[in-house]
């Protein structure tokens, strides 16, 4: 199935690699930077450049235990009662294993990536969205009561969320003072919300027309060197406003360059680099009649995909005042938030039992896959379908699966089929 659609399930932002990684030897230097750069107007060229690994790419065990620790280990001998003793890494472990230290008591233990790094916002599946789905796109942040009141210095800077910078950089700063920070980085972390955090905060402390190149705020390295590890780490939740974020998509990435005072321009080699990466950049567009729905158009295809939101779990920090009850048509409500992935999958099996699965004349539903813990539902729009052709539809889609998730009954026996099908046309990205 993936093979036939693997353009409609994967998202546009990996299409776009060449715009996403530094150069090796660009992203050893950033490693070693601690502190921020004077930004360069050569840096806005981008070259093209291999994609980035995922965030998270690990196996099933790692991430469920946070750790490699038990991974494929047979036990040669009982291990011994007490402490194992430290030996070096490459000799035989004390506990009689017959591994080597490193790969049996001495393995490093891992922090698992968060799951849901946007968990707690009202706009975690837009969020989730800027990070795996669109290529090119901005959003206005407000700062929180809270931060200002701590740092009422803060008050009147401008700062933009950005999908990605030149150079993949986590944060800059024009000369101007505005601040951009980026959603899409080179490297990732444990926690991305935690990183876009990490970076604001040293954009806010950083000198006008300077670069924020340090590795992110959730490296591992990091991480485990700090004391309280991720949760000794701020997020957006507690930096911003709790208000939705109002997203702006792009055509391309002309918005990286600040305004001209004389309107000459960039450079020869500035224009040609930006014109290239432009050229990369996969048609998006934002729906308005229902939040976090996405037309794209790669290649020959025409597709919309379309992140829903999940209840806050148990424990979770959620941003003050972010109740969706009421909210209008441009935001999630609570009938909209399922409790569980299990109950929006019963959701959509009920809709596509009744046919009622589709966003349009000609659309058809392929499957979905999840990122950062939310699911996107994708479907394959008929040729030339505009993205405005979508709008009503996706309206009415928005009201039936309200409706769904409303219904308490178990699913009958052709919606548990059709459930199934739906769990075997699914991705995780990692």
């Given at each position: 199935m993936f093979a036939a659609h693997g353009l409609a399930l994967l998202p546009d932002r990996l299409s776009a690699g060449s715009l996403h990684c530094r150069t090796d030897q660009g992203h050893a230097a950033g490693a070693r930077r601690q502190t921020p750069r004077r930004l360069d107007t050569q840096e806005l060229a981008i070259a093209r450049r291999p994609a980035p690994q995922r965030p998270g790419a690990r196996t099933a065990q790692l991430a469920a235990t946070g750790s490699a620790v038990g991974r494929g280990r047979t036990t040669g001998a009982p291990a011994p009662d007490g402490p194992i003793a430290v030996v070096g890494p490459r000799e035989p472990c004390p506990c009689g294993s017959g591994r080597r230290y490193k790969a049996c008591h001495g393995e490093r233990r891992r922090t698992a990536p968060v799951l849901r790094p946007f968990v707690g916002r009202r706009d975690e599946p837009d969020l989730v969205a800027l990070r795996e789905l669109v290529p090119s796109a901005t959003a206005t942040l407000r700062l929180s009561v809270e931060h200002l009141a701590a740092h009422p210095e803060h008050a009147d800077r401008r700062i933009t969320l950005a999908t990605m910078l030149p150079q993949a950089a986590p944060a800059l700063v024009r000369d101007s003072g505005e601040i951009l920070v980026a959603i899409q980085v080179a490297v990732p972390g444990l926690d991305a919300s935690r990183d876009i955090a990490g970076a604001l905060l040293a954009a806010l402390d950083a000198e006008p027309?300077?670069?924020?190149?340090?590795?992110?705020?959730?490296?591992?390295?990091?991480?485990?060197?700090?004391?309280?590890?991720?949760?000794?780490?701020?997020?957006?939740?507690?930096?911003?406003?709790?208000?939705?974020?109002?997203?702006?998509?792009?055509?391309?990435?002309?918005?990286?360059?600040?305004?001209?005072?004389?309107?000459?321009?960039?450079?020869?080699?500035?224009?040609?680099?930006?014109?290239?990466?432009?050229?990369?950049?996969?048609?998006?567009?934002?729906?308005?009649?229902?939040?976090?729905?996405?037309?794209?158009?790669?290649?020959?295809?025409?597709?919309?995909?379309?992140?829903?939101?999940?209840?806050?779990?148990?424990?979770?920090?959620?941003?003050?005042?972010?109740?969706?009850?009421?909210?209008?048509?441009?935001?999630?409500?609570?009938?909209?938030?399922?409790?569980?992935?299990?109950a929006l999958l019963d959701a959509l099996a009920r809709l596509a039992a009744s046919e009622r699965l589709t966003v349009g004349a000609g659309s058809r539903f392929v499957g979905f896959f999840r990122a950062d813990g939310l699911v996107v539902p994708v479907w394959d729009l008929a040729a030339d379908t505009p993205a405005d052709h979508c709008e009503e539809p996706a309206a009415a889609l928005r009201q039936a699966y309200r409706d769904a998730l409303a219904v308490t009954a178990p699913l009958s026996p052709s919606e548990r089929r059709i459930r199934a099908g739906l769990v075997g046309r699914s991705l995780t990205l990692r």
């Open positions: 027309g300077t670069v924020v190149d340090a590795p992110v705020a959730s490296s591992p390295p990091l991480v485990e060197q700090r004391s309280g590890g991720l949760t000794a780490l701020p997020g957006l939740v507690d930096l911003l406003d709790p208000a939705p974020l109002e997203i702006s998509v792009h055509a391309g990435f002309d918005w990286w360059l600040p305004p001209s005072d004389d309107d000459s321009g960039p450079g020869q080699e500035v224009a040609a680099m930006l014109e290239r990466a432009n050229s990369t950049v996969v048609p998006t567009s934002r729906l308005t009649s229902v939040p976090a729905a996405y037309w794209c158009h790669p290649g020959d295809r025409w597709h919309l995909r379309w992140a829903f939101p999940l209840a806050v779990p148990a424990g979770a920090t959620s941003a003050p005042d972010a109740s969706t009850s009421g909210a209008g048509d441009g935001a999630w409500t609570d009938a909209d938030t399922a409790a569980s992935e299990e």
